[in-house]
């Protein structure tokens, strides 16, 4: 080719890319005229739904779409009996589940070359004095340590005046074994001895805003704002004419507090479930208000839809981008138990005054674990080797932890294990319960220990490696002789992630935390046989250990002056705060374990949706929609340390010391009551029925 021939060449592209472009701007027209076009059709398809004879095939054949694409826009056309539809959501649970054999129950298994037994780790029985009670007594139950996630709640105590009767759970879902991940060998295992590059948790060098809150009670309608109180009319209490109500009262309100009333389940018997009707109730249309959708990485955050606890978010129709307004439950952060609102907001105050004196910059956020998460930022080090953050493992060892790390324990014990009458019942509450076990934490990149390398461990090495912060996945044999609870997880599919097998000779694999592998080999009254498969030894550190004393002081603080303060209301008021800050520690907690969950939001019509996501609703303004949420790039994730803490508290439960000074003055906890009188698991208390010798000396742990 000669130069002429080029120059030609190039004037004949620069035509073709003026056609392309001008092809490109067609297309986006008519892409941007079928976005309209559909998303019309879907708001059709939506309204068509409210009518009580709508049918699903007729909108479909009338729309041009599917059956099925018709139901994923509109719920509540599906034409599936909801029975039915349980039915099948189990089924295609369970056959999605990978399912491990079953091993039979042997008493004296042979080790294979790919494990090593850890050797029993014996120790003198403790003598503690049993002392039957005079006559059987039924205290009612504190409250147990709940979680981030929702988790199976213990039975409550019955009166005193009749015998407890233990009920078995309504309508169970089969459980059978399931099978956990393992560690994988090659250059495909060294992700799991990882961190994620680039993302460490850094102290933040800004200061949260402080946002202006009001306190509303939505049956009476009393509205707490500053140091007055005023009565609202809330009309239907659709969100537009509650924010109406409160901002005309309080200009420049930014966040609501429902403190009783909840009236995003009015209407809720129209409805297939509860949530469905949660989300119609955030999306109720308004002339005035709009949903908020915030900015940059908050572009999609819309609302919040939850059964009980949901969050709107609002912001004028005129002024969209504007400043917003949340709608938040305080059931958030305390149960208000029939507290006012002027309660409700000095227990907040009281609050924000005791974070205040041991954070300069403390700032009470929107959730408690948003607080909780902040807080703890600003403890992270300045000086030291952690002065640059904590390192986020690798996605690999996260969705690791997140499948083989439960939460607290929850177990109710059934007969022929317990009494079929129960003679009483007696709660036992670790209190303040996850507070005691942040003094150690893992950080760092972990090791991975192998079942050669625990093998060739001398004993005392094993003990160590076990007392360090450390994850085990282990093969487990009940002794022969045992007759109490059950001492390690293990892994089943249906309602219920974890039970804990106490059958002799049920063999088992499954993986637990140090602490809890030490206690089975070290307990009482006999050790368990642990075959090592494998783990992932941590260094021990004390990331959370200044957020916990900080906490404990705190929470120590309102305790007291919940007791000795004169006036009633200010002693309800601090009995709330202290509620709350268990609740900044024990949520910020659970935000640390970072696990996939579903998140909600909302769109506006006619823009486009995120990937992935199912419609749970529509108006003429937004489409409100849910989606799996994966393992994001979030700097504050160490779902380490939420197993960490977890582990140890369900040890805990089982086996835990009390100490004067260095001298161990007595012990508590399951495996020191007698067999069988032990009744259910619940976080971090235990139901029993009799009394027990336990000191109560009601510090945190």
Known sequence: MDRKSYTAELAGLRELRTEITAAEKQVAAAQKELDKLTAQRARRVAGLAGYEGAQAPAIAKASGLSVGDVVRIAPLLDPTPAAVRAVKADDQAAAAAPVAPVEAPKTAPVAEPATAVAPALTRPAPVVEQQAPAAPVTEAPTEVEDQAAVV????PAAPAAAPVVPTAPVAPVAAGPRELPTLPEGPAGARFEAVTTGLVSKRPNFVQQARSTVFLDAATGDLAVRDRVVRLDLGARTPGEILDAVLHAAPGTERIYITAGAPWHDGAERYSTLKDAVAAWLNTPSERW???????????AGHFVHQRQPVGRYAPAAAPDGGSTEIRSMGEWFDPDGADVVTCRQAFTLLW???????????LMGSPSQTGRDLWSRT?????RWAGGYPVLSEELRGLLHATGGQGRTELILPPRVPEQLPALVEYDRTFAYAKHLWKSPVGTPRRITAAAFAAMTGQEQVKALMSCSHWNVRVTVPADWNHVGLLPAPVTGDRAWVYPSEPGTTFTTWAGGAEVYLALSNHLAPWRIEVLGG????????LDEWGKRLKSAWADLTNLSKLHGDERQR????????????VLLFGLGGFAQRPRLVSGTTPVGEALPAGVEILGQDGEVVTWQRQAGFSRDPYAHPEWAASVWSGARAALLDMKYRDGKQIVGYAGALHAKPGTVVYFGTDGIALTERQPWPLPGRAG
């Open 152 to 155: 199976e709640q213990p039975v």
């Open 290 to 300: 709009t949903t908020a959708v915030g900015s940059g990485r908050d572009k999609l």
């Open 353 to 363: 005054q005791a974070l205040r004196r041991h954070w300069d910059d403390a700032v």
């Open 380 to 384: 992270i080090p300045t000086t030291g």
């Open 536 to 543: 992932l030894l941590f260094e021990d550190g004390k990331p």
């Open 572 to 583: 309800q008021a601090a009995y709330l705060a202290s509620r709350a800050v268990r609740s």
